[in-house]
């Protein structure tokens, strides 16, 4: 779906909530070991990207990592996770999984992606249907 809306010249980014810890850098190598010497920030820079690791004595919430991270020139940022904030919503689910829906009551739920029908009233697409999702999704940046 990213690719799709992208290809629409829009400037997409790209936000998921990781539930348990993560890490990005790479041991062996300089900021890794630079890391473990107690620095709150490590950024690295080269080849034309920018990555910032802001070691955080508590996990910012939604807004505060939008404000304090999210480049302002984007047209829209695609978020996972993050299912209780008052997002616009496309829940996605797999029957195999479960048949109920976690946003099922949430107002802000504006479709759901599945291999199974919905509740009737929302609206639906298979799982496959990355280009419909992406015009979902681009009819609201217009």
Known sequence: MLPHLVRRGLRVGYLKHAHVGF???????????MRRTGVLQTII????????????DAEPG???TISRYVRAD?????VEGFKRSPLRKIEIARAAL????LCAADADLVAVVSDFDPPAGIRHYALGDAPG???LIAS???
Do not use: H, N, T
């Not at 990005?24 to 070991?33: A, E, F, L, M, T």
């Not at 820079?45 to 955080?56: C, E, K, N, S, W």
């Not at 984007?74 to 695609?78: A, I, Q």
């Open 23 to 33: 890490e990005v850098d790479q041991p062996g190598k300089d900021s890794y070991r």
């Open 74 to 78: 984007l047209d829209v940022l695609v």
């Open 140 to 142: 609201f940046v217009a």
């Open 62 to 64: 939604l807004e505060e």
């Open 133 to 135: 999702v992406a015009e």
């Open 98 to 101: 479960s048949r109920e829906l």
């Open 45 to 56: 820079v080269g080849g034309g990207q920018v990555a910032l690791i802001d070691d955080a």
